[in-house]
Protein backbone atom coordinates (compact mmCIF):
# COMPACT_ATOMS: atom_id res chain seq x y z
CA UNK A 1 0.00 0.00 0.00
CA UNK A 2 1.10 3.37 -0.84
CA UNK A 3 0.93 5.88 1.98
CA UNK A 4 -0.08 9.45 1.12
CA UNK A 5 2.87 11.67 1.48
CA UNK A 6 1.91 14.74 3.52
CA UNK A 7 0.50 15.52 6.74
CA UNK A 8 -1.37 19.00 6.47
CA UNK A 9 -4.82 19.67 6.91
CA UNK A 10 -5.45 21.40 2.96
CA UNK A 11 -4.15 18.59 1.57
CA UNK A 12 -6.40 16.25 2.62
CA UNK A 13 -9.35 18.57 2.25
CA UNK A 14 -8.61 18.36 -1.40
CA UNK A 15 -9.43 14.87 -1.47
CA UNK A 16 -13.25 15.24 0.64
CA UNK A 17 -16.02 17.07 -0.84
CA UNK A 18 -18.18 20.20 0.28
CA UNK A 19 -20.69 17.51 2.23
CA UNK A 20 -17.75 16.21 3.97
CA UNK A 21 -15.54 19.18 4.60
CA UNK A 22 -18.58 20.73 6.33
CA UNK A 23 -19.25 17.53 8.49
CA UNK A 24 -15.84 17.30 9.84
CA UNK A 25 -15.94 21.05 10.48
CA UNK A 26 -18.73 20.35 12.48
CA UNK A 27 -17.25 17.31 14.79
CA UNK A 28 -13.95 19.40 14.99
CA UNK A 29 -15.74 22.27 16.73
CA UNK A 30 -18.00 20.45 18.66
CA UNK A 31 -15.56 17.62 20.23
CA UNK A 32 -13.10 20.16 20.95
CA UNK A 33 -15.97 21.58 23.10
CA UNK A 34 -16.41 18.25 24.57
CA UNK A 35 -12.81 17.20 25.64
CA UNK A 36 -12.04 21.12 26.50
CA UNK A 37 -12.39 20.45 30.30
CA UNK A 38 -10.95 16.58 30.68
CA UNK A 39 -8.73 15.65 33.05
CA UNK A 40 -8.06 12.39 32.50
CA UNK A 41 -5.95 12.17 29.30
CA UNK A 42 -8.31 12.04 26.83
CA UNK A 43 -8.58 16.39 26.62
CA UNK A 44 -8.54 17.63 22.84
CA UNK A 45 -4.94 17.60 22.86
CA UNK A 46 -5.26 14.04 22.63
CA UNK A 47 -7.95 13.73 20.08
CA UNK A 48 -5.54 16.51 17.80
CA UNK A 49 -2.93 14.29 18.31
CA UNK A 50 -4.24 11.16 17.36
CA UNK A 51 -5.55 12.92 14.31
CA UNK A 52 -1.93 13.59 13.26
CA UNK A 53 -1.19 10.61 13.67
CA UNK A 54 -4.00 9.35 11.18
CA UNK A 55 -2.27 11.87 9.27
CA UNK A 56 1.06 10.40 9.22
CA UNK A 57 -0.79 6.39 8.95
CA UNK A 58 -3.20 6.79 6.14
CA UNK A 59 -2.78 4.90 3.42
CA UNK A 60 -4.72 4.82 -0.62
CA UNK A 61 -7.63 2.84 0.10
CA UNK A 62 -8.51 4.13 3.43
CA UNK A 63 -11.92 5.85 3.04
CA UNK A 64 -10.35 9.57 3.63
CA UNK A 65 -13.61 11.14 5.35
CA UNK A 66 -14.44 8.11 7.29
CA UNK A 67 -11.37 7.69 8.97
CA UNK A 68 -11.25 11.43 10.26
CA UNK A 69 -14.73 11.21 11.59
CA UNK A 70 -13.19 8.29 13.68
CA UNK A 71 -10.20 9.73 14.73
CA UNK A 72 -12.11 13.14 16.06
CA UNK A 73 -15.17 10.77 17.67
CA UNK A 74 -12.90 7.51 18.80
CA UNK A 75 -13.49 8.28 22.50
CA UNK A 76 -17.10 10.10 23.27
CA UNK A 77 -18.43 6.78 23.79
CA UNK A 78 -15.60 5.55 25.95
CA UNK A 79 -16.85 3.34 28.71
CA UNK A 80 -14.55 4.95 31.09
CA UNK A 81 -15.16 8.83 30.05
CA UNK A 82 -18.57 10.23 30.52
CA UNK A 83 -20.57 10.69 27.94
CA UNK A 84 -24.26 11.88 27.56
CA UNK A 85 -24.23 10.23 24.17
CA UNK A 86 -25.29 6.67 24.50
CA UNK A 87 -23.98 6.10 20.87
CA UNK A 88 -23.31 7.83 17.53
CA UNK A 89 -27.16 8.51 15.98
CA UNK A 90 -27.53 10.95 19.43
CA UNK A 91 -24.48 12.47 18.70
CA UNK A 92 -25.43 13.24 14.95
CA UNK A 93 -28.93 14.62 16.18
CA UNK A 94 -27.18 17.11 19.06
CA UNK A 95 -24.97 18.51 16.71
CA UNK A 96 -27.57 18.82 13.76
CA UNK A 97 -26.09 16.03 11.47
CA UNK A 98 -27.96 13.92 9.31
CA UNK A 99 -26.91 10.39 8.79
CA UNK A 100 -25.07 9.61 5.76
CA UNK A 101 -23.95 6.31 3.47
CA UNK A 102 -20.72 6.80 5.39
CA UNK A 103 -22.32 6.50 9.15
CA UNK A 104 -22.56 2.86 10.03
CA UNK A 105 -18.88 2.53 8.79
CA UNK A 106 -18.00 5.39 11.34
CA UNK A 107 -19.89 4.23 14.25
CA UNK A 108 -18.48 0.70 13.52
CA UNK A 109 -14.75 1.91 13.75
CA UNK A 110 -15.32 4.25 16.72
CA UNK A 111 -17.04 1.04 18.39
CA UNK A 112 -13.77 -1.15 17.64
CA UNK A 113 -11.28 1.08 18.85
CA UNK A 114 -9.36 0.95 22.49
CA UNK A 115 -7.34 -1.44 24.45
CA UNK A 116 -9.96 -2.40 27.05
CA UNK A 117 -6.93 -3.62 28.51
CA UNK A 118 -6.09 -6.65 25.53
CA UNK A 119 -9.00 -8.65 27.13
CA UNK A 120 -11.55 -8.13 24.55
CA UNK A 121 -10.59 -8.51 20.80
CA UNK A 122 -11.53 -6.42 17.93
CA UNK A 123 -12.11 -6.74 14.33
CA UNK A 124 -11.59 -3.50 12.71
CA UNK A 125 -11.98 -2.00 9.38
CA UNK A 126 -8.46 -0.68 7.53
CA UNK A 127 -10.00 3.07 8.68
CA UNK A 128 -10.33 1.95 12.20
CA UNK A 129 -7.37 -0.03 11.96
CA UNK A 130 -5.03 2.98 11.27
CA UNK A 131 -7.08 5.43 13.98
CA UNK A 132 -6.15 2.69 16.08
CA UNK A 133 -2.73 2.75 15.57
CA UNK A 134 -2.65 6.59 16.23
CA UNK A 135 -4.48 5.78 19.62
CA UNK A 136 -2.38 3.14 20.54
CA UNK A 137 0.90 5.50 19.94
CA UNK A 138 -0.74 8.35 21.83
CA UNK A 139 -0.26 5.90 24.50
CA UNK A 140 3.50 4.89 23.94
CA UNK A 141 6.63 7.00 23.72
CA UNK A 142 7.57 10.29 26.75
CA UNK A 143 3.89 11.06 25.59
CA UNK A 144 2.24 7.97 27.01
CA UNK A 145 4.49 7.97 30.02
CA UNK A 146 3.07 11.39 30.86
CA UNK A 147 -0.14 9.73 30.16
CA UNK A 148 -0.22 6.69 32.39
CA UNK A 149 0.84 9.09 35.07
CA UNK A 150 -1.64 11.75 34.88
CA UNK A 151 -4.31 9.03 34.08
CA UNK A 152 -3.69 7.68 37.27
CA UNK A 153 -3.76 9.87 39.34
CA UNK A 154 -6.40 11.63 37.78
CA UNK A 155 -8.27 8.08 38.87
CA UNK A 156 -6.87 8.23 43.10
CA UNK A 157 -4.64 5.44 41.75
CA UNK A 158 -1.38 5.62 43.50
CA UNK A 159 2.22 6.51 41.99
CA UNK A 160 4.24 4.06 43.07
CA UNK A 161 3.79 1.61 46.92
CA UNK A 162 6.17 -0.87 47.26
CA UNK A 163 3.37 -2.85 48.92
CA UNK A 164 1.06 -3.25 45.80
CA UNK A 165 4.67 -4.73 43.65
CA UNK A 166 3.33 -7.49 41.72
CA UNK A 167 -0.47 -6.58 41.47
CA UNK A 168 -1.75 -6.43 37.95
CA UNK A 169 -5.19 -6.92 36.76
CA UNK A 170 -6.15 -9.84 35.28
CA UNK A 171 -9.70 -9.08 33.78
CA UNK A 172 -11.78 -6.35 32.28
CA UNK A 173 -13.51 -5.23 35.60
CA UNK A 174 -9.92 -5.32 37.07
CA UNK A 175 -8.06 -3.51 34.82
CA UNK A 176 -10.56 -0.08 34.98
CA UNK A 177 -10.69 -0.95 39.25
CA UNK A 178 -8.12 -2.48 41.30
CA UNK A 179 -5.58 -0.24 42.76
CA UNK A 180 -1.97 -1.03 41.74
CA UNK A 181 0.71 1.31 40.77
CA UNK A 182 1.35 2.94 37.36
CA UNK A 183 4.07 0.38 36.32
CA UNK A 184 1.38 -2.79 36.65
CA UNK A 185 -0.01 -0.39 33.72
CA UNK A 186 3.31 -0.76 31.23
CA UNK A 187 2.82 -4.87 31.93
CA UNK A 188 -0.90 -5.40 31.05
CA UNK A 189 -0.30 -2.84 28.61
CA UNK A 190 2.53 -0.14 27.49
CA UNK A 191 5.06 -2.76 26.95
CA UNK A 192 2.62 -5.12 24.57
CA UNK A 193 1.33 -2.30 22.53
CA UNK A 194 4.31 -2.17 19.59
CA UNK A 195 2.92 -5.85 18.57
CA UNK A 196 -0.76 -4.39 18.81
CA UNK A 197 0.27 -2.04 16.14
CA UNK A 198 -0.99 -3.00 12.18
CA UNK A 199 0.02 -0.55 9.65
CA UNK A 200 3.48 -0.28 8.31
CA UNK A 201 4.31 3.34 9.12
CA UNK A 202 2.82 2.70 12.37
CA UNK A 203 4.77 -0.25 13.10
CA UNK A 204 8.18 2.15 12.32
CA UNK A 205 7.28 4.98 14.18
CA UNK A 206 6.06 2.75 17.16
CA UNK A 207 9.88 0.79 17.36
CA UNK A 208 11.43 3.76 19.01
CA UNK A 209 8.46 5.00 21.43
CA UNK A 210 8.75 1.17 22.33
CA UNK A 211 12.47 1.68 23.06
CA UNK A 212 11.35 4.65 25.14
CA UNK A 213 8.96 3.02 27.43
CA UNK A 214 11.46 0.55 27.87
CA UNK A 215 14.18 2.42 29.29
CA UNK A 216 12.16 4.64 30.99
CA UNK A 217 10.67 1.21 32.76
CA UNK A 218 14.08 -0.25 33.83
CA UNK A 219 15.65 3.26 34.72
CA UNK A 220 12.33 3.42 36.91
CA UNK A 221 12.45 -0.21 38.78
CA UNK A 222 16.71 0.19 39.04
CA UNK A 223 15.94 3.54 41.09
CA UNK A 224 13.84 1.27 43.40
CA UNK A 225 15.91 -0.99 43.80
CA UNK A 226 18.91 1.58 44.72
CA UNK A 227 20.95 0.66 41.66
CA UNK A 228 21.46 3.95 39.40
P1 LIG B 1 -7.54 2.20 27.54
O1 LIG B 1 -8.57 1.46 26.71
O2 LIG B 1 -6.39 1.33 27.95
O3 LIG B 1 -8.13 2.96 28.68
P2 LIG B 1 -7.01 4.78 26.51
O4 LIG B 1 -6.18 5.18 25.35
O5 LIG B 1 -8.42 5.28 26.51
O6 LIG B 1 -6.91 3.25 26.57
O7 LIG B 1 -6.35 5.28 27.87
C1 LIG B 1 -6.04 6.61 28.01
C2 LIG B 1 -4.66 6.83 28.55
O8 LIG B 1 -4.64 6.46 29.92
C3 LIG B 1 -3.62 5.97 27.85
O9 LIG B 1 -2.42 6.64 27.74
C4 LIG B 1 -3.54 4.78 28.76
O10 LIG B 1 -2.33 4.09 28.65
C5 LIG B 1 -3.74 5.41 30.11
N1 LIG B 1 -4.34 4.46 31.05
C6 LIG B 1 -5.44 3.71 30.88
N2 LIG B 1 -5.65 2.91 31.96
C7 LIG B 1 -4.64 3.20 32.83
C8 LIG B 1 -4.27 2.73 34.14
N3 LIG B 1 -4.98 1.82 34.77
N4 LIG B 1 -3.16 3.25 34.71
C9 LIG B 1 -2.42 4.19 34.09
N5 LIG B 1 -2.71 4.68 32.86
C10 LIG B 1 -3.80 4.20 32.24
NI1 LIG C 1 -7.99 7.90 22.54
Redesign the pocket.
Known amino acids: MQALQKKSYPYWMKHLNNHEIAYLKVVEENVEKHFKNDT???NYD?IQRVVDLTTRLLVEGACIYTTYMIAYLH?MF?D?LDSPYANLSEVYAAWGLEKDEKFEAIEKGILSI????GFEHQTRSLEADIVSDA??L??MGAI?IG??????GS?G?PFHERSLEGVVSTNYKE??NLK?N?L??FE???LKLKNEIVTQRGKVIAVHRDEVLRRFYKQFKDELDGKK
Open positions: SGHHDDKGYKGDLDAGRAFYYAKQYRRVAHEKL
